[in-house]
């Protein structure tokens, strides 16, 4: 039950790209926002509780979405698995239900559940057939206010965790982590351009010093309803809903809403190329590219941003691939949390061409420093705003996106009007974004490159085989000499 859990380049920058979102109010439906969007339903409970509702008839079903304001950044490196443990241990059964008896409720009733726990928020959901609706907010409502926590469930939970990160470390690979040994370049280049955060931590992440204590302590820190929403979308009467709601998720006692600010690392001074430390150990390619400092989704440059890193995408497919045939899936990306980020250009290559394509990946960049035509801006707008027809189809896809824009309610008030924070893009926009974040000596680079191919692997298998045969027939051949002798 984990969407969080990074240890390649695409899972770290997709981790940062989950949501486009920026603070607004007073969004409204344009040409290609899917029809409805913003039309929600928004209140706040008494105790505290956002709820966001958004019926649709049609589709018989009804997607639930509890967003929790709790994920790894609220924690110190050591402890980052705090929310991801809690986040298993309320599905392990109520006072009323064991963990198989809530899942076979659920199911049976045409329903699917999940949670996932990400940098900034932990996000449960529950999707099910619009008739049994009511019971899918029961059910939701009954592990936030009733699951055990029992020690018995904490280290079944603990075990859980551990292999979904790929089992325990030993002390040997936290020795070797924390003296920099298996690091790869990208963990590398975000630790030079995110000093002193626990973004990147000096050893691997994992629940073995988590005790029960720490969990119920986060438990009564975050699950509060002041720190919570509930998203519904779907085939449902709203005042019916908001009713049930009330009488449920508004029951629950309000209490302090916890003071969440996360550390924002400095900017850093200087920067210098990276590569990886035993890691990758086998390959037969490279990934080269360059990584910056970016900013944050309540920055003002964020859109801006997100155009640029649109056009650069389409650049680097042109130049790397179609034109110098270096790469197959050359990438541009902006991954951003709501205080920072980073922007990332990179390429697979072979290994042979790494620094034709870092100087292709270079290039697109510095030209940048000049400002772009306006009729380029405009397709690159285009193309995004086109890929918003396309999306929010479904309940869950909707109540996805509402869960991720929670947050704007928060800081802005209201739901952001994507769309017109696109299309309202100028030239000069990405011109003093790329002049103030992207010039070329605030690029670390970076090389994925593995410390053996499998050519290389392969020989040094064949060069051991040879000198164990070897030794073999040495020590046969002395046995056989001493034997002859006697």
Same mark, same amino acid.
């Given at each position: 039950?984990?969407? %969080? ?64 304001? $709790? ?118 280049? #975000? ?26 302590? /986060? ?27 009330? =009488? ?13 600010? %996360? ?26 590219? #360059?990584?910056?400092? +970016? ?14 890193? =649109? ?46 394509? #870092? ?20 397709? /690159? ?7 918003? $027809? ?12 509402? +869960?991720? +824009? ?8 209201? *739901? ?17 974004? /790329? ?9 670390? =680079? ?19 085989? +040879? ?8 020590? *046969?051949?002395?046995? #056989? ?6």
């Amino acid at each position: 039950m984990e969407r %969080w859990r990074c240890v390649s380049i695409a899972c770290r920058i997709g981790l940062l790209l989950s949501v486009l979102l920026l603070l607004s109010g007073g969004a409204t439906a344009g040409e290609y926002t899917p029809r409805g969007l913003y039309d929600v339903d928004h209140r706040v409970l008494d105790n505290g509780l956002r709820v966001i509702l958004r019926p649709r008839r049609g589709a018989h079903t009804v997607a639930f979405r509890v967003v929790v304001g $709790v994920g790894q950044h609220d924690f110190d490196c050591g402890w980052q698995e705090v929310p991801h443990f809690l986040e298993h241990l309320l599905f392990t059964g109520t006072s009323r239900h064991s963990e198989a008896e809530l899942d076979e409720l659920v199911e049976r009733h045409g329903g699917y559940w999940n949670a996932y726990t990400y940098a900034e928020e932990t996000v449960y959901e529950l999707d099910i057939y619009d008739r049994y609706a009511m019971l899918g907010l029961e059910v939701l409502h009954e592990i936030m206010t009733d699951s055990q926590l029992s020690p018995a469930d904490v280290e079944t939970s603990r075990g859980i965790v551990e292999r979904e990160a790929g089992g325990r470390p030993s002390a040997i690979q936290q020795w070797m982590r924390r003296n920099g040994v298996g690091w790869s370049a990208t963990d590398k280049a #975000l630790r030079q351009v995110l000093p002193d955060s626990n973004y990147v931590c000096d050893e691997y992440e994992t629940a073995a010093a988590i005790t029960r204590d720490h969990i119920v302590e /986060a438990f009564d820190t975050y699950y509060v309803p002041g720190n919570m929403a509930l998203v519904v979308v779907g085939d449902f009467d709203a005042e019916s809903m908001h009713a049930a709601i009330r =009488e449920s998720f508004g029951s629950m006692p309000a209490r302090p809403v916890p003071d969440r600010h %996360w550390r924002v690392p400095p900017l850093p001074e200087t920067y210098t190329p990276v590569a990886g430390t035993f890691n990758p150990v086998l390959g037969s390619g490279a990934e080269v590219g #360059l990584l910056f400092r +970016a900013v944050g989704m309540t920055d003002a440059d964020y859109y801006p941003f997100y155009v640029l890193a =649109e056009y650069l995408d389409t650049r680097l497919y042109e130049t790397i691939r179609i034109r110098g045939g270096l790469a197959y899936s050359p990438v541009s990306e902006l991954g951003s949390l709501r205080d920072y980020g980073v922007y990332i250009a990179h390429a697979d290559v072979e290994l042979d061409r790494q620094d034709q394509a #870092l100087a292709m990946l270079r290039a697109e960049i510095a030209q940048l420093q000049v400002p772009l035509d306006e009729a380029t801006v405009e397709l /690159a707008k285009r193309k995004l705003l086109l890929q918003m $027809v396309q999306g929010y189809e479904s309940n869950s896809e909707l109540a996805d996106y509402y +869960a991720d +824009a929670v947050f704007e309610y928060e800081t802005g008030g209201g *739901l952001v009007d994507q769309e017109a924070r696109i299309a309202g893009v100028t030239p000069a926009d990405l011109h003093r974004v /790329a002049t103030r974040y992207l010039r070329p000596e605030q690029a670390v =680079e970076f090389r994925e490159v593995p410390t053996l191919t499998y050519t290389q692997f392969y020989l040094a298998l064949v060069l051991l085989a +040879a000198l164990a045969a070897g030794m073999v027939a040495v020590l *046969l051949h002395r046995r #056989l000499r001493g034997r002859t002798r006697t």
